[in-house]
């Protein structure tokens, strides 16, 4: 054989006793840390984020490398589905205006909030899921659950928003369903000094930041478990969100921070240019 391949018997014998090479251990070596941020991302990462999540570490990689080695080791990224509607209009309903005209640019924190309600699917019924989001730092700002999707279910998570943040002039946007609609929310806005918002009706892309936030619960959370009651399915969405949306998961648009830690460099930042020294005025 090695007559026929070209090659001499000590050299056979030399490759055959090498252990793996460079290469072949810092692959198993990075193959490993990209499975622990496989699995801290509940299965849900795909390469763009399990690459910025080893460049945080310090790990410098290429992008095409993450991704061969995801397929190697049988790792994949979750995908999105569209989600069916559960906005309600009433007849007669008084709209607000539409202040944000697709428009989801903030600039700071609490300069403009993006709210909406899905639902979550359980062996004992449906949960309803009311969410308020930060447009700046994507953050779940204000949220509640209900087995019932009425106006009450909104009130609490404007209410938990506005004890959290202490809005002021903040514009509120969502639908305009019959929650969103009622005069008590209407109050509500008012007394927590937040502007109401609404989009025209039938058009996911006027409220398209908190349409992306409910296909990205779905297709990292709801699609991956199956929830025996709504008790179950309440304990799911609270880790969900505080314990993995808002402090650890990635996101593409704030440069692959968490929300969490995007207003903390915010707040760093501006902290720090306000102890900035002025300089002297001359005399």
């Known amino acids: 054989m090695c007559r026929v391949l070209g090659v001499s018997r000590s050299g056979y014998y030399a490759w055959q006793n ?7 251990q810092k692959d198993a070596m990075l193959t490993e840390k990209i499975r622990e941020i496989h699995d801290r991302s509940r299965g849900t990462y795909g390469s763009p984020r399990v690459h910025a999540a080893l460049r945080d570490k310090g790990i410098r990689i290429g992008k095409k490398r993450v ?3 995801m397929k190697e080791a049988g790792l994949r990224g979750v ?3 569209k989600r069916p509607s559960t906005t309600i209009r009433e007849e007669g309903a008084r709209p607000a205006p539409d202040l944000v ?3 989801f640019s903030a600039e700071e924190p609490d300069q403009l909030w993006v709210a909406d309600i899905t639902y979550v699917p359980t062996n004992a019924g449906y949960l309803y899921l009311s969410v308020v989001l930060d447009a700046f730092s994507r953050r779940v700002v204000g949220w509640a659950m209900a087995s019932r999707m009425r106006t009450e279910l909104v009130l609490k998570a404007l209410d938990m928003a506005a004890q959290q943040r202490d809005p002021e002039g903040t ?3 969502s639908d305009q369903g019959s929650q969103y609609t009622a005069v008590g929310f209407g109050q509500r806005c008012e ?3 937040v502007r109401p918002s609404m989009g025209s009706v039938g058009d996911c892309y006027d409220n398209a930041l908190c349409e992306s936030f409910f296909a990205t619960l ?28 808002n402090p650890d998961r990635l996101h593409s648009t704030i440069g692959y921070l968490s929300p969490v830690d995007y207003e ?4 760093s930042h501006h902290h720090s240019q306000s102890e900035e020294p002025h300089s002297p005025v001359a005399a």
Not at 18 to 24: D, E, H, I, N, V
Not at 264 to 267: A, I
Request: aromatic share 12%.
């Open 18 to 24: 090498r252990g793996p090479s460079k290469r072949a």
């Open 67 to 69: 991704a061969r080695l």
């Open 79 to 81: 995908s999105r589905r």
């Open 101 to 103: 005209e697709r428009d």
């Open 171 to 173: 514009v509120h946007h």
């Open 191 to 193: 007394d927590a000094g």
């Open 218 to 245: 779905e297709c990292e959370l709801i699609e991956q478990e199956t929830f025996a009651d709504r008790s179950e399915a309440r304990r799911s969405i609270f880790r969900f969100i505080e314990g993995w949306y």
């Open 264 to 267: 903390d460099e915010y707040h």
